[in-house]
């Protein structure tokens, strides 16, 4: 009675009975489990019958299949589109590798000879099986079928959501409709308004379309760090690049300079996201970069933004003065544009008009006047300034003082009656001073008109899977913590990693700031010719924390951790 209940198990389920490693029993019930999609070795490791590592290394040694360690394994060399993404799900295959005519292929079972014969039959190649762990397998496909190849074939269309070109560069309709005819591959469309979406939901700033020679690659920028999210076959990326170009109103038969566009992406009647859109011709095709662009962030008011309470109030006493200079500094990055949103979103009342010059328009703002700059045109920042000084002006932003003349007006605006807001690219506030008399601003007009300067970094804030951690005093005192500031009850936290934060530790950012009000004593450092370190070492004597002071007390209220602080205030 025996023999013929093995006769009905499977190759593998019968050698491991007749090896006494496995009952008949268990073995006929594992096989009759055919739920699993992992089949018999996944439900026999799901029991608790056999570890995965001890299933491959008896297939190994009884079937004589060489055994692969797929967490040694390098990613970039696995053969991605060599079989279908159906095939790998159904059969929990991977092709590991192709040369010639053979292929290598994982799967946890060696026995399974239908699925060696559908691989043989679809890529029409000579198969070489090797044992993996079924465990680390699963990891594997679960990764390689959520890519892309897969979701092109699987999306269904959402009718919450629509793409609208918005047209920063006409392009003539029957070109577009041309156009769109070409690109009108309904997988296409339907994945890349699904990146849009996901990249959305994750809070991206950006999401990076990259070709190369063998793969394509899509990655999202998320809380400052970039993260690859897809591969789709590399023989998309013409699609993928035309129907992107085709939305923000490029050309796509120009491949061979870079385009800028915007395109909207209307997610319902009362909520629609913004992006910026860049394409670079690289050696292996046009790599798109999609910078959103989300008006809400401008709406979330200063208490979100992470300053303390006294920096909050020196920042809302200067831009709710009648007239001065407010400059934000900081790296690309860093979230100026947020801050100066915020702030104009507080000065943006109905008796007051504002304008903006920018490099472009970024966030749209009902009640604000928004010129995008167009140099092709004529049209720069000192022109804009020019024509804003015509047009009965109480607050001007200027996106960035790059030179001399756009300075020069910009400081002249605010001796005439006006608020003007601005950014520059330095490293922290008593720098950005000695940056402006470098360009070339007499020292006078710098301290009659500049009256606070605010720099920025973001951090990333942990998760709230965060953990206490105990770090030595020395490491503390190292890092810029004083004797006062280690006493008192406080505790330190680090990252962990949950789902949420998808592993990282880490969920959103919060700012850190160095907030400088120009005092009469830094006014007097600048008129005499001092330089940046008399205007820092005046600023501390006056109370203002520089950005590692700030970054530390986000450290002490838990916010973030001090590796993060040290990364970020890295002067």
């Not at 790998?88 to 060696?116: C, E, F, W, Y």
Request: net charge negative; glycine share 8%; charged share 25%.
């Amino acid at each position: 009675m025996a023999s013929v209940q093995q006769t009905s198990l499977s190759g593998l389920a019968r050698a491991l009975v007749q090896h006494g490693r496995l009952t008949e029993a268990d073995a006929q019930a594992c096989t009759a489990q055919t739920g699993n999609p992992g089949g018999f070795v996944a439900e026999l490791v799901q029991r608790s019958l056999m570890k995965p590592a001890e299933v491959a290394t008896f297939c190994s040694v009884t079937f004589g299949s060489p055994w692969l360690d797929l967490s040694a394994y390098d990613e970039s060399y696995v053969a991605k589109d060599a079989i279908d993404a159906k095939l790998m799900a159904k059969h929990q295959v991977i092709g590991l590798s192709k040369r010639g005519n053979r292929i290598a292929v994982a799967l946890a079972d060696p026995t399974n000879l239908r699925a060696l014969d559908e691989i043989r039959f679809q890529t029409g190649l000579a198969v070489d099986p090797v044992v993996v762990e079924v465990d680390k397998l699963g990891q594997w496909l679960k990764k390689l079928t959520e890519s892309a190849s897969s979701v092109l074939s699987t999306l269904t269309t959402n009718d919450e959501f629509d793409l609208d070109g918005m047209i920063d560069a006409p392009i003539e309709d029957a070109q577009a409709d041309a156009a769109a005819g070409e690109i009108d591959d309904a997988p296409v469309v339907r994945f890349i308004q699904k990146m849009l979406v996901d990249a959305i939901n994750e809070g991206a700033s950006d999401i990076h379309f990259e070709p190369y020679e063998k793969f394509y690659r899509i990655r999202f920028r998320t809380d400052g760090i970039l993260r690859e999210i897809s591969q789709p076959p590399l023989a998309l990326k013409e699609k993928i690049a035309a129907r992107i170009k085709v939305i923000s109103r490029l050309d796509i038969s120009e491949k061979r300079v870079p385009q800028d566009g915007r395109m909207k992406l209307v997610l319902s009647k009362n909520k629609a996201i913004d992006f910026r859109v860049s394409t670079l011709p690289t050696m292996y095709g046009e790599k798109i970069v999609m910078r959103i662009l989300d008006p809400t962030s401008a709406m979330l008011g200063i208490d979100a933004l992470g300053y303390e309470p006294d920096q909050k109030a020196a920042l809302l006493n200067a831009v709710e003065r009648p007239y001065g200079m407010v400059l934000v500094t900081g790296p690309t990055g860093s979230g100026k544009t947020v801050s100066l949103y915020t702030c104009l979103n507080i000065l943006n009342k109905p008796g007051v008009n504002i304008s903006t010059a920018e490099d472009p328009a970024e966030i749209t703002l009902p009640g604000v006047n928004q010129v995008t700059m167009n140099d092709k045109a004529g049209l720069n920042f000192a022109v804009s300034l020019k024509a804003f000084l015509r047009q009965d002006p109480d607050v001007i932003m200027v996106g960035e003082i790059r030179d001399l003349e756009t300075a020069e007006i910009s400081i002249k605006a605010s001796q005439t009656g006006h608020m003007v807001l601005s950014t520059l690219h330095t490293n922290d506030a008593p720098t950005t001073l000695e940056r402006l008399k470098n360009m070339g601003v007499a020292p006078f007009n710098i301290a009659s008109s500049v009256i606070l300067i605010t720099a920025q970094r973001l951090a990333r804030r942990l998760c709230s899977c965060k953990k206490p951690i105990d770090i030595p005093m020395e490491a503390l005192m190292q890092a810029g913590f004083t004797e006062s500031d280690l006493g008192g009850d406080w505790q330190a936290y680090g990252p962990v990693g949950c789902e949420r934060c998808k592993g990282t530790g880490y969920k959103g950012r919060v700012g850190i700031y160095q907030v400088m009000p120009i005092s009469d004593e830094i006014q007097r450092i600048i008129m005499t010719g001092g330089n940046s370190i008399d205007i820092a070492t005046q600023a501390q004597i006056e109370g203002v924390q520089d950005l590692r002071q700030s970054g530390l007390l986000k450290v002490k209220q838990g916010m973030t951790s001090l590796t993060e602080v040290l990364a970020t205030t890295n002067e």
